[in-house]
């Protein structure tokens, strides 16, 4: 299919460029039925209007400021929830309509302050969500002394006029977090403790453990992302670099192989399942890139690195396959469409590879929508894609490609 650039963009602002390793997240988007909600670098929150039969529309409709990189957003028709990296790690509410404050909470008061002034060491909200009268936060904070890492994080659930329904602290890495009506599902990457599961199931209302799962694997890597997919969660495992349907006793249903472990000329290379959604009863797995087990940094390829792959959620069946050309941030899904980012391939830095590709969720590609700069956060809903591009600059061309700006078009 050929590619078409988006209908519309807006300007946000300056951005030193990204360099050809990725940069850690720095902005956000997400999309109602008649908004586009955009959170920059700078700490802006922006809201537009937004129709899909006639495409979006650039007028804004508010513009709140704040002091901190936003880094992850969650909306209703009502209010906008959004987490920042940096400062407090706060967790802004505001109103859809109006951008006023409703209320906020700093995470640090559970997570802790930064142990050095440093982007690696700031408090980090990761990742948002809301389903019945629960807003859910997952926040973590990093530390360092010699040999020794300390991941402090916490999951919060607090009703919707900011008051702490429950609190789980926990020393892991959590990564994503997922919730559909009474469930919370929250992926942790990095479990130093053993005893500490990869992929955790609560209760959305207490808060309560439901169920717990782990890969079982040597190594403090566990879970990349998790999805739910009806009576079942579809989660991308770090721990053996498969992707796994699970109940919601944490019991497997299915399991398949993304990028395991793989002998390719003198090494022995492998791909983490980074992202994974789910779409009309197909669930897509992404992968990442490619490292070995004596270097992060192998010559060889492992041959699913950087893939595309859908299942069908019933029988775990692969349906198609698609080299998505380069990193991903990320994987949504909008009715039967998924979205994948491709920032770049950092080793090779082909500039072509840059764009958002979209799938029909049982058969596959169906068109790519190239991106001079990066793709760093892509959003899906009420009928329009709404794509975060970043400046990037390789570090031996010095040729600045792209620009900090939000591209949007209808879903087609």
């Given at each position: 299919?050929?590619?078409?650039?988006?209908?519309?963009?807006?300007?946000?602002?300056?951005?030193?460029?990204?360099?050809?390793?990725?940069?850690?997240?720095?902005?956000?988007?997400?999309?109602?039925?008649?908004?586009?909600?955009?959170?920059?670098?700078?700490?802006?929150?922006?809201?537009?209007e937004s129709a899909s039969d006639s495409g979006p529309d650039s007028d804004d409709r508010w513009?709140?400021?704040?002091?901190?990189?936003?880094?992850?957003?969650?909306?209703?028709?009502?209010?906008?929830?959004?987490?920042?990296?940096?400062?407090?790690?706060?967790?802004?509410?505001?109103?859809?309509?109006?951008?006023?404050?409703?209320?906020?909470?700093?995470?640090?008061?559970?997570?802790?302050?930064?142990?050095?002034?440093?982007?690696?060491?700031?408090?980090?909200?990761?990742?948002?969500?809301?389903?019945?009268?629960?807003?859910?936060?997952?926040?973590?904070?990093?530390?360092?002394?010699?040999?020794?890492?300390?991941?402090?994080?916490?999951?919060?659930?607090?009703?919707?006029?900011?008051?702490?329904?429950?609190?789980?602290?926990?020393?892991?890495?959590?990564?994503?977090?997922?919730?559909?009506?009474?469930?919370?599902?929250?992926?942790?990457?990095?479990?130093?403790?053993?005893?500490?599961?990869?992929?955790?199931?609560?209760?959305?209302?207490?808060?309560?453990?439901?169920?717990?799962?782990?890969?079982?694997?040597?190594?403090?890597?566990?879970?990349?992302?998790?999805?739910?997919?009806?009576?079942?969660?579809?989660?991308?495992?770090?721990?053996?670099?498969?992707?796994?349907?699970?109940?919601?006793?944490?019991?497997?249903?299915?399991?398949?192989?993304?990028?395991?472990?793989?002998?390719?000329?003198?090494?022995?290379?492998?791909?983490?399942?980074?992202?994974?959604?789910?779409?009309?009863?197909?669930?897509?797995?992404?992968?990442?890139?490619?490292?070995?087990?004596?270097?992060?940094?192998?010559?060889?390829?492992?041959?699913?690195?950087?893939?595309?792959?859908?299942?069908?959620?019933?029988?775990?069946?692969?349906?198609?396959?698609?080299?998505?050309?380069?990193?991903?941030?990320?994987?949504?899904?909008?009715?039967?469409?998924?979205?994948?980012?491709?920032?770049?391939?950092?080793?090779?830095?082909?500039?072509?590879?840059?764009?958002?590709?979209?799938?029909?969720?049982?058969?596959?590609?169906?068109?790519?929508?190239?991106?001079?700069?990066?793709?760093?956060?892509?959003?899906?809903?009420?009928?329009?894609?709404?794509?975060?591009?970043?400046?990037?600059?390789?570090?031996?061309?010095?040729?600045?490609?792209?620009?900090?700006?939000?591209?949007?078009?209808?879903?087609?």
């Open positions: 299919m050929p590619s078409a650039p988006p209908s519309a963009r807006r300007d946000l602002g300056s951005v030193d460029p990204a360099s050809s390793r990725h940069n850690w997240t720095r902005s956000a988007v997400t999309a109602t039925d008649d908004a586009v909600f955009v959170g920059t670098a700078a700490g802006r929150v922006v809201a537009l513009e709140a400021r704040g002091d901190n990189p936003v880094v992850s957003m969650a909306a209703t028709d009502d209010f906008l929830v959004v987490g920042e990296r940096g400062g407090d790690g706060l967790v802004r509410v505001l109103d859809a309509e109006t951008g006023d404050v409703r209320w906020t909470y700093a995470t640090t008061d559970d997570v802790g302050t930064a142990a050095r002034d440093s982007l690696f060491f700031r408090p980090y909200v990761v990742d948002l969500a809301v389903t019945g009268d629960r807003v859910v936060v997952a926040a973590r904070r990093y530390e360092r002394d010699g040999d020794e890492r300390v991941w402090r994080s916490v999951v919060l659930g607090f009703d919707r006029d900011g008051r702490v329904a429950w609190r789980r602290r926990v020393h892991a890495s959590p990564i994503a977090v997922a919730a559909e009506g009474d469930r919370v599902a929250v992926a942790y990457n990095r479990c130093p403790n053993p005893e500490q599961d990869g992929l955790v199931l609560l209760d959305a209302h207490t808060g309560g453990r439901v169920a717990s799962w782990d890969p079982g694997t040597d190594g403090d890597r566990r879970v990349g992302d998790v999805a739910f997919a009806g009576d079942a969660l579809a989660v991308a495992s770090h721990g053996d670099k498969r992707g796994y349907l699970l109940d919601f006793e944490g019991d497997e249903r299915w399991r398949l192989d993304l990028a395991t472990e793989r002998r390719v000329g003198d090494e022995t290379v492998y791909a983490y399942p980074t992202h994974v959604c789910v779409a009309d009863g197909t669930a897509v797995f992404v992968t990442g890139n490619t490292f070995a087990e004596s270097t992060r940094d192998p010559d060889a390829r492992h041959p699913d690195e950087h893939t595309a792959v859908g299942v069908s959620v019933d029988g775990g069946e692969r349906l198609w396959t698609r080299d998505t050309g380069g990193f991903a941030r990320s994987a949504v899904a909008a009715g039967s469409r998924v979205f994948v980012p491709s920032a770049q391939h950092f080793r090779e830095r082909e500039a072509e590879r840059h764009g958002v590709h979209a799938f029909e969720s049982a058969g596959g590609h169906v068109r790519t929508d190239s991106l001079p700069g990066i793709p760093t956060a892509v959003a899906a809903g009420g009928g329009v894609l709404a794509v975060v591009e970043e400046p990037v600059e390789y570090h031996d061309e010095g040729v600045t490609r792209g620009a900090y700006r939000l591209r949007t078009r209808p879903i087609r």
